[in-house]
DNA sequence: GGTAAGATTGTCT
DNA sequence: GACAATCTTACCG
């Protein structure tokens, strides 16, 4: 068991050319498509692999960076580092450091019997009340639609993958 | 059937 | 700051 708040997230609209599933369905984004509150995982540049929350028929929200609360023991086993901040400071990094592959794609985020889910309980609302509010900007990383404001990012959380 | 590009990271300068 | 590592998918012929 390990797990983390999260601190940073973009947002990938049906309408939005940088989105995987902007070009219809195919088989690597068909979770997409499927019923919302299920996690999307993909391989990214052949290295590393991206976790999604399917929020809407066609949308999505990318887990950008975690702030390990619990099971950072077995984390540190995965992904040895230096630094905490190092673990899970980046969309790769928290797949790595959590063990999420693309096994879990398909997941349902919504039942905690899964070997991956997503809760909101009161620690969390403490937990962004401590580190300020949440501030908006451009996405990183993709060269379509690069200007829109679709990134959230805790602006107290050091995990924080970019300024 | 071939090829170009990608929602990244780690390492070297 | 620049660049290599490495592979799946998408698109074109």
Do not use: W
């Amino acid at each position: 068991m390990c797990g983390g708040a999260i601190v940073e997230t973009e947002a990938y609209l049906h309408d939005d050319p940088a989105c995987h599933a902007s070009r219809g369905l195919t088989k690597r984004n068909r979770v997409m498509f499927g019923k919302p509150g299920h996690g999307y995982v993909y391989l990214i540049y052949g290295f590393h692999f991206c976790v999604n929350a399917v929020c809407r028929p066609a949308e999505a929200v990318l887990i950008r960076a975690v702030e390990s609360t619990f099971g950072a023991t077995q984390m540190l086993a995965r992904r040895p580092v230096g630094k905490a901040r190092e673990l899970t400071n980046g969309p790769g990094k928290l797949c790595q450091a959590m063990s999420i592959t693309r096994e879990l794609d398909g997941v349902d985020l919504c039942n905690e019997q899964s070997e991956l889910y997503i809760v909101e309980n009161v620690d969390v609302k403490k937990f962004r009340k401590e580190k300020g509010p949440v501030i908006t900007t451009t996405r990183v990383g993709i060269t379509k639609a690069a200007t829109l404001p679709l990134r959230f990012y805790l602006a107290g959380s050091d995990y924080v993958s970019k300024r």
